[in-house]
């Protein structure tokens, strides 16, 4: 057997676990994909893909060969030896991760010497030494145990897992570890530096420190936000422009130009999951990690900002008409978990104006969560007849939507650019009183004063 063309299993079909079994399968291996869901297991087998990721479908059915979709994790111990772990770890009430469905494939192990469980889904740090010791306890020691975490963006998911900037593999030194380093060798290989050992990319490294990476990075990432839309805050009281202040911050390479767009605060599945996870495991060790209570703190006060901004220009919210363009939490996704479109359609109708809104993929998504929100089928029919629109989401339609048309089907004149997308002087051209996020504001001769 061709270890770069071992089987595997991938355990879960969400997101993550969908373009892992995808991704691998392109690669050469069989993957059989196991989930509980019964319903998902049939769509999947009929072809159909149940999340909206780009190049996703593609992928499935050109290898549609290698994959086998079943609710029977007996089919997967049987052909492979490493069972990916691609399962949901929601937050609780308190803040923790719950496990329990990590904690179920743990228990649908069968004492093995010859099985591994490679952890994909994000866990707090100390869940492989638990596991570990629950193998011990239910008499399966020879069960191995490897830390893989995932680092796809919802969006390029695809494109990430074939060209990763890293892989992370914490292991006990033992054959898993090797295993899962020759599986992605391929890839690793194909984005080594020439004249550089492609091992480069890789982490190897013992189980607690490889989970530390996954929510150091994702919490690193939030703080990198919710740091540029503090400063962008400040922009706004003191004449700057955060475009410019972050173009200028972004140049020096310690600093990056990546994650310092400034806009209505982070969401998604991920960001607000794993800082308050992080934020939780370290209270729990004994630790007040006190920055991550500003990073949540910070990205729930910006949501709330377009509101103040919407008052400033219309006084009263009471009957107000309000369209919101975009709802997913970030393009390219259907994803509404955690997206700032909820809380800002929540507030707004709490204020008793009238929400509109459009979304090009999410809609059918969000309509559940959106109670009282009117979903249109364009732009143009959500903003009919509005007092303001807000980008919330910056769909790579909306930047090339037709401003004077926007303006011309709406009752008022308001736009706030959620996410800095838009060009401020075509806004104002277009007639409109436009507000970004930390933007330096209008020249008075740009400015509309319809
Ligand atoms: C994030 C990480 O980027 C991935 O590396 C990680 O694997 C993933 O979480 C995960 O843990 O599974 P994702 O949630 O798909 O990926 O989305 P991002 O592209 O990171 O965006 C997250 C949020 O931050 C979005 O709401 C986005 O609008 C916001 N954001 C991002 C900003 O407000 N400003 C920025 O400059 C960048």
Known sequence: ????????????????GLVTAAGFAELGSDVICVDIDAEKIARL????????????????????????????????????RLLFVAVGTPPTY?????????????????????HALVMKSTVPVGTGRAIKRLFEEQGKPGFRYVSCPEFLKEGTA??????????VVGDDGDWAGDAVVELYRPLLDAVAVPGEDPLDGL??????????????????????????????????????????VAKG???????????????????????????????????????HFQLLNSVIEVNELQKRRVIGKLEK??????????????????????DMREASSLVLAARLQAAGATVTAFDPIAAEVARPMLRGVVLSDDAVSAVAGADAVVLVTEWQE?????????????????????RNALDASVAASAGFRYEGVGRRPQAPSLASTA
């Open 1 to 16: 057997m061709s270890a770069a063309r071992e089987p595997i299993g991938v355990i879960g079909t969400g997101y993550v």
């Open 158 to 167: 695809v494109g990430d897992f074939l060209r990763p900037d890293r892989v």
């Open 398 to 418: 909306f930047r090339e939507l037709d401003l004077g048309e926007l303006r011309g089907a709406m009752a008022g004149d308001v736009l706030i650019d959620g």
């Open 249 to 287: 911050m972004g140049l020096d390479d310690r600093i990056g130009p990546k994650f310092l767009n400034a806009g209505i605060g982070f969401g998604g599945s991920c960001f607000p999951k794993d800082v308050t996870a992080l934020k939780q495991l370290a209270g729990n060790s004994g630790y």
């Open 313 to 334: 220009h219309l006084g009263s919210l009471v009957g107000k008409r309000i369209a919101l363009l975009g709802l997913a939490f970030k393009p390219n996704t259907d």
């Open 45 to 80: 087998e009929a072809g159909e893909i149940p999340i909206y990721e780009p190049g996703l479908a593609e992928l499935v059915e050109s290898n549609r060969s290698r994959l086998t979709f079943t609710t029977d994790i007996s089919v997967a111990l049987e052909r492979a």
């Open 94 to 114: 308190s803040g923790d991760a719950d496990l329990s469905a990590v904690h179920a494939v743990v228990e649908a192990m069968p004492a093995s010497d010859r």
């Open 203 to 244: 982490v190897r490294t013992d189980i607690a420190s490889a989970e530390m990476v996954k929510l150091a990075s994702n919490a690193f990432l939030a703080t990198k936000i919710s740091f540029i839309n503090e400063i962008a805050n400040v922009c706004e009281e003191t004449g700057a422009d955060v475009v410019e």
